[in-house]
Each structure stands twice: as C-alpha cells, then as structure tokens.
C-alpha cells in the first residue's frame, strides 16, 4: 500500500450496510495482497488475501477485488455490524521474495465505524 | 493455526534506558520475521526484516544501532531499543512467517513508553 504519515481516513455507517473500504498501492511487482483488521492496542487480524492472478475472492461477508491496471483494492463488507468498527489496512507484498523475502508494506487504512 | 506471541504487550521506561521486546512463534517454525513500529492514527511502518541465523535487513531511514535486532532461532526474535527517548514511544508489532508460500502471523505487539 501507499502509506504516508497523515492521519487515517474515516469511514461511518449504519448496521447492516455494505461497506466499502479502498485502498492504492504503488509497486507494481506485488503479487499478493491482505485485508487486516485492526482493533485498538492489537495487532493486525487476517481477513482475506487475493494474489495476482485472480481479480475477486470471496470470504464470509466479506469480497476482495483487485484491479491491477490502476493499482487499487478495496475490501467489501456485507451487512456490517457494530463488531466491525475497527481500522482496516491493505497490505501488499512480492511475494516471490528474493531479497526482499516478501516483507509487506501498508496501505494508510481506514477507520470504519458501524453505529447500532 | 499458527500463534505468535509478543511480550511485553505494554513497558514504561526511562529516558536512556534499553528495553528489548520478545517475539517467539509458538506452534511453527518462523524463517522470516518483520518488525513493525506503529504511532497513533498512523499504518505499520516496517523497521527491518530478520531472518534466521543472520543479520537483520533494515529499511531506510532505520538507524541498526538503536533497533537491534536479533533473530538466533527459528522460534524467537527479539527488538532491543537501545538508549530509548520520548520520540521513540510506539507501538512495535512483530510478524513471523514460516516460509515464501506461508502467510504472515502477528503478535499482539508492544506499547512502548519512554518517559
């Protein structure tokens, strides 16, 4: 992801909507990409990957699409629910490795808020 | 499913003082290990990368020194912060994976607070 050192965009709505969360990444020659969820004063919590050679995948509630042409995931929610209100961050990696032994960079994140 | 656990999760230090944080893979063996620095309302920034039984890569900007950064076995990698200042109060978070085709597992990561 393209992480910068702002504070996080936020993103509010009501249970039982959709969410969508976006994300931008920069290097081109990441080959697989995480959706985490982070609650305050924890570490990261896996949601679901995607790699390069697929464009969509789907999880429990949760969807994945990946546009490699313009660099751009986004994380869709289906039916939030309050227990989602974390931050949630895209992660990229080249996970072929080399000499970078597929260290992940992060996206910004987005500070999702689910009122009841 | 594959645990990492990170200890201490909070320390409060003094100005000067070192303090080193634990990061041990419970139920696999980690070749790669990351460490990760975090402040407020900010994303993950990676500090270097450790793999077993050599020296630590670290990113740009990551002074080797002050973060080191050691990683002698395959369940155990450990940050010292040496001679910690007040800027240098964070929340550190380490990620361990088991090989290339392995995903990555977080600890619940260390508050650090240097007074």
């Known amino acids: 992801g393209e992480s910068v050192g702002l504070h996080l965009p936020t993103l509010s709505v009501q249970e039982g909507d959709n969410s969508i969360i976006n994300c931008a990444y920069s290097?081109?020659?990441?080959?697989?990409f995480i959706w985490y969820k982070q609650e305050s004063g924890k570490g990261p919590q896996f949601i679901i990957d995607i790699r390069s050679n697929m464009d969509k995948r789907q999880g429990q509630r949760v969807t994945v699409l990946l546009n490699k042409t313009v660099k751009h995931l986004s994380l869709q929610i289906a039916a939030t629910q309050p227990g989602d209100s974390a931050v949630y961050f895209c992660a990229d990696s080249d996970n072929a490795g080399g000499t970078s032994y597929g260290k992940l960079t992060f996206g910004q994140g987005t500070i999702l808020t689910v009122h009841p | 499913g594959a645990v990492v656990s990170q200890h201490p999760s909070r320390v409060i230090c003094k100005s000067g003082t070192s303090v080193k944080i634990e990061c041990r893979s419970l139920?696999?063996?980690?070749?790669?290990m990351f460490w990760y620095r975090q402040f407020p309302k900010q994303s993950l920034m990676l500090m270097a990368t450790s793999n077993e039984g050599s020296k630590a890569t670290y990113e740009q900007g990551v002074e080797k020194d002050k973060f080191l950064i050691n990683h002698a076995s395959l369940t155990l990698s450990t940050l010292t912060v040496t001679s910690a200042h007040p800027e240098d109060s964070s929340f550190y978070i380490c990620?361990?994976?088991?090989?290339?085709?392995?995903?990555?597992?977080f600890g619940s990561g260390t508050r650090l607070t240097v007074v």
């Open positions: 990620s361990a994976r088991q090989g290339p085709n392995y995903g990555y597992t």
């Open positions: 290097n081109s020659a990441s080959d697989y």
């Open positions: 139920d696999f063996q980690a070749t790669t």
